[in-house]
């Protein structure tokens, strides 16, 4: 289970996107403006492919408030949705 010590401040996100992988689900976290608001959208996928070599149907994506806690809803959405996606042998 994911929890929020696994993931960088907002801060870093406001910079570059972060990534990173739980047991067999890749993530990407990213800053994204909407009608001048920044939002936190979340991309979750199956391991082993990276975001661009993985096709976009197989991304499941969720936008959140640029907050702590939108980070915080975040982690339970991907949690949540983790044996949606996790690799499978």
Not at 25 to 41: A, G, P, S, Y
Request: no cysteine.
């Amino acid at each position: 289970m994911l929890t929020r010590a696994d993931f960088l401040s907002l801060n870093f996100v406001k910079k570059e996107d972060f990534t990173g992988s739980h047991r067999g689900m890749r993530f990407m976290l990213h800053q994204e403006i909407i009608d001048e608001e920044k939002k936190l959208k979340v991309w979750i996928w199956s391991e082993p492919l990276g975001f661009e070599a993985t096709p976009d149907e197989n991304k499941i994506s969720e936008l959140f408030e640029f907050s702590e806690e939108g980070l915080t809803l975040a982690i339970e959405w991907m949690n949540e949705r983790y044996e949606l996606v996790r690799y499978r042998e």
